[in-house]
């Protein structure tokens, strides 16, 4: 195998053109990136970010400072050196030591101020003047070429001169990838495919995200959040108001608008992110409820996030007034009778001649309850693990179904569908201070799911009562306890296995998302579209994620786990 050119075409000093235009990755290296989840930056990021600088005297810079005094200076040494030739530092930039993902803090002195990427090793220093922190590295290492984060301006060190090149762009794209209205169409169709570094193919959007100790459960719903499109497109989109600098969007919004497009990022260096600094706001804006170093519960979780990001994103008690809203909104009636006994009846029924309470109310998601596990075992003294199908459990809104609470029945019925219908599957119920599983197995289809029995009024287009499957959340039980009671998510106090194992650190959590059009509902699946790069077969695909690992799977295999969560998009939406 021969090795990629080294120099890339372009050998001008220009401006950097911050257009999201192609220019191939150039690769300065045959270093494969397989295999590396645990690089070495990543691991020093992480590891660096609580240690104080060593306080030793000779390791202190005179000035470590903002250092911009001297940029003009700069500039113009460059616009004077309207040299053809490339800087011949650009050769000795390790792409695959760059990883933007972390924390921009200098890792001697922790600031965020002016910090700067040394572009042969990765690591984060602080300025670039006389005595900074990158200027003492540039010197003491001899690694010359650095990037300032915040401006995605270009320097050699200590000359301090100002670089710039084309063939810098793709690292550009990397540290901040940007999208246009045109790249947005091609993600839908979720058959791309794009190299890494190490020409390792993968899908944009469907890639690894990072478990830094026990945040399986946040990384489920990065995914599932990222995959729904107006949210993706939310995001990812550079004219979205919500997102601009003057509506003063809030941390946690920017970090998950930084993380979206990383995850769909099609020039990636190695196909996986870190969640790192989306996570570590979470734990800040919910007080530490969600961690990632305790395993949690993911419904729990995405019900904090949409709630949080439709108020940060200005929305209110109407309809539609966020793009959480717009997606998730439906709307349930609710009747309430208080219970009389009839002797006639077994269960308690709604009696006509009483009066009834009816109340109107919106949802995000809706709950749906397992029937109670039998106990029977089968001939073999084995559990059986029963099975339930979906249109059974939904009954509960066929507003005829009643449900005891207490001194009171409930009956439900929908009455506005959203476009993207959330089904919470609740599988953990707390008994006795002590959280039960219900391991009952949901049969659902892939496509079609009806529920226009369960809505009323029931919309004009018969299209949208049609639901198909776009993502499945899933217990992972293979190395969990078969038996019934098993400790739930969230709950901190461990409970010991016989063989001493914390049987808390065996639950985890995956999710298959679809990946691409169904075939039967889109003619035009086999037209290959121009232009378009490199491009897998055409059709649906099924995706499984669980932390860094991402692997396609047969259809059947979304139907066999512990489903929890499920995302549900309208049909006239699925065949667009
Ligand atoms: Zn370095």
Redesign the pocket.
């Known amino acids: 195998m021969s090795s990629p050119p080294t120099s890339p075409p372009a050998a001008k000093r220009q401006r950097i053109d911050p257009s999201l235009e192609a220019i191939s990755s150039p690769s300065t290296s045959t270093q494969q990136v397989n295999g590396y989840s645990n690089g070495s930056s990543s691991a020093l990021a992480v590891s660096s970010a609580p240690e104080l600088p060593v306080a030793s005297t000779s390791n202190v810079p005179p000035n470590e400072s903002d250092d911009d005094e001297g940029e003009e200076q700069e500039i113009k040494h460059q616009e004077e050196d309207d040299g053809t030739h490339r800087d011949m530092y650009l050769d000795t930039i390790s792409r695959q030591n760059l990883d933007f993902d972390f924390e921009r803090l200098c890792s001697k002195s922790l600031s965020n101020i002016n910090v700067y990427a040394?572009l042969?090793?990765?690591?984060y220093f602080q300025g670039r003047g006389r005595g900074s922190w990158a200027y003492r590295?540039a010197v003491g290492?001899n690694?010359r070429v650095w990037l300032n984060l915040s401006t995605e301006k270009f320097y050699v060190l200590p000359e301090g001169y100002l670089v710039s090149d084309p063939s810098l762009n793709d690292i550009i794209h990397v540290l901040n990838p940007r999208y246009t209205t045109k790249d947005l169409v091609k993600l839908s169709k979720g058959n791309q495919l794009s190299y890494t570094l190490g020409n390792q193919p993968y899908r944009p959007g469907y890639i690894g995200i990072n478990n830094i100790k026990k945040n399986d459960y946040l990384n489920v719903i990065i995914q599932l959040l990222l995959h729904i499109p107006p949210i993706r497109n939310f995001f990812l989109d550079p004219n979205t108001p919500e997102l601009k600098e003057e509506r003063k969007p809030t941390e946690l919004v920017m970090r998950l608008a930084v993380l979206a497009k990383r995850l769909w990022n099609p020039k990636l260096f190695k196909s996986q992110i870190s969640p790192h600094e989306f996570l570590h706001e979470v734990n800040k804006r919910s007080n530490g409820k969600f961690k990632t170093t305790e395993q949690g519960d993911p419904v729990e979780f995405l019900s904090w996030l949409i709630n949080t990001l439709h108020r940060d994103l200005g929305g209110n008690k109407k309809k539609n007034s966020s793009i959480i809203y717009k997606s998730f909104q439906g709307q349930v009636q609710i009747q309430t009778q208080q219970v009389i006994i009839h002797k006639e009846y077994s269960r308690p029924v709604f009696d006509i001649g009483r009066d009834i309470q009816t109340i109107s109310s919106p949802f995000l998601f809706l709950a749906l309850d397992l029937p109670a596990t039998p106990l029977f075992t089968d001939v073999n003294e084995k559990k059986i693990i029963p099975q339930v199908p979906l249109s059974t459990i939904l009954a509960k809104f066929d507003g005829k179904t009643t449900q005891e609470f207490g001194p009171t029945l409930k009956r439900h019925h929908l009455t506005m569908l959203p476009p993207y219908l959330i089904l919470h599957i609740k599988r953990f119920t707390k008994n006795n201070f002590v959280s039960e599983r219900n391991p009952t197995i949901v049969n659902f289809p892939l496509r079609g799911v009806d529920v226009s029995d369960y809505v009323d009024p029931k919309p004009s287009d018969p299209m949208h009562t049609q639901y198909d499957l776009l993502s499945n959340v899933t217990l992972d039980t293979t190395k969990a306890s078969t038996e019934t009671s098993g400790l739930g998510p969230g709950i901190t106090a461990s409970k010991k296995k016989k063989n001493g194992e914390n049987e808390e650190n065996s639950l985890t959590w995956k999710i298959h998302i679809r990946a691409g059009k169904n075939q039967d509902t889109d003619n035009s699946a086999k037209i290959k579209n121009e232009n378009d790069g490199e491009e897998e077969e055409e059709g649906e695909k099924w995706i499984e994620l669980q932390d860094l690992r991402v692997e396609k799977v047969t259809p059947e295999i979304v139907f066999l786990g512990e489903t929890v969560i499920q995302v549900w998009e309208r049909r006239d939406l699925s065949r667009m």
């Open positions: 040394c042969v090793c990765g690591k590295h290492e690694h």
